[in-house]
Nanobody, 126 residues
Framework: VQLVESGGGSVQAGGSLRLSCGASRDINRGLCMAWFRQAPGKEREAVATVHSDGAPTYADSVAGRFAISKDNAKREQYLQMNSLKPEDTAMYYC?????????????????????WGQGNQVTVSS
């Protein structure tokens, strides 16, 4: 599945941003969709996942501030980011893989996803 991202940008601490990710195929049939981020000098980490058949999962660092959602009809997923902090500054990527629901979580590393968006920069200033 091909993924195309939009959104991102620069915001002050405490602000909000929304990322969008469009898919080339239906996203309601066994597809795990995720958002990863990678800051300079750091490994790529999962921040949120959602499966077509299950509830979302979040990394501890963003739980309560970020929300992942999807619109099956539009073949899009979203990441709403609230109460942003400078440490949230990173390149954000959407990802997808056809896997069974229990395997779809933020514990799944980037090697477990075969489809990736192009990445969008999010910069949070203090």
């Amino acid at each position: 599945v091909q993924l195309v991202e939009s959104g991102g940008g620069s915001v002050q601490a405490g602000g909000s941003l929304r990322l969008s990710c469009g898919a080339s195929r239906d996203i309601n049939r066994g597809l795990c969709m995720a958002w990863f981020r990678q800051a300079p000098g750091k490994e790529r980490e999962a921040v949120a996942t959602v499966h077509s058949d299950g509830a979302p999962t979040y990394a501890d660092s963003v739980a309560g501030r970020f929300a992942i959602s999807k619109d099956n009809a539009k073949r899009e997923q979203y990441l709403q980011m609230n109460s942003l902090k400078p440490e949230d500054t990173a390149m954000y990527y959407c990802a997808a893989e056809y896997i069974w629901r229990p395997a779809c979580s933020t514990r799944r590393g980037p090697a477990g996803f075969g489809s990736w968006g192009q990445g969008n920069q999010v910069t949070v200033s203090s």
